[in-house]
């Protein structure tokens, strides 16, 4: 068992930036990938960007590539999420979660997750 929580989460104009943290606890020895999802009112939840245990492998939605960047620091069981050049179509509530295992992109596929953290980005 793992928990998560994330923080980060704010108001900020387009063009801007935010980092958001996902901090692990638990059963953290485990080798967890972790993902990023977002999820706008009215919407489904979707992939936005996963690391793998070791942090050599990362995959990125297409809508956010080039400009948000995930990240990783083991010795202190939390990933990361750079957010830069930020949209008002970004505007969502953000959560991380993590499965044991390879990195993969449905929600459906991760076990634990976070409560979410608020991004809203203004025009």
């Known amino acids: 068992q793992v928990q998560l929580v994330e923080s980060g989460g704010g108001l900020v104009q387009a063009g801007g930036s935010l980092r958001l943290s996902c901090a692990a606890s638990?059963?953290?020895?485990?080798?967890?990938?972790v993902g990023w999802f977002r999820q706008a009112p009215g919407k489904e939840r979707d992939f936005v960007a996963v690391?793998?245990?070791?942090?050599?492998?990362?995959n990125y939605a297409d809508s956010v590539k080039g400009r948000f960047t995930i990240s990783r620091d083991n010795a202190k069981n939390t990933v990361y999420l750079q957010m830069n050049s930020l949209k008002p179509e970004d505007t969502a509530v953000y959560y991380c979660?993590?499965?044991?295992?390879?990195?993969?992109?449905?929600?459906?596929?991760?076990?634990?997750w976070g409560q979410g953290t608020q991004v809203t980005v203004s025009s």
């Open positions: 979660a993590a499965r044991i295992g390879i990195v993969l992109v449905r929600p459906a596929d991760y076990a634990y």
């Open positions: 638990g059963r953290t020895d485990s080798a967890y990938a």
């Open positions: 690391i793998s245990r070791s942090g050599g492998m990362t």
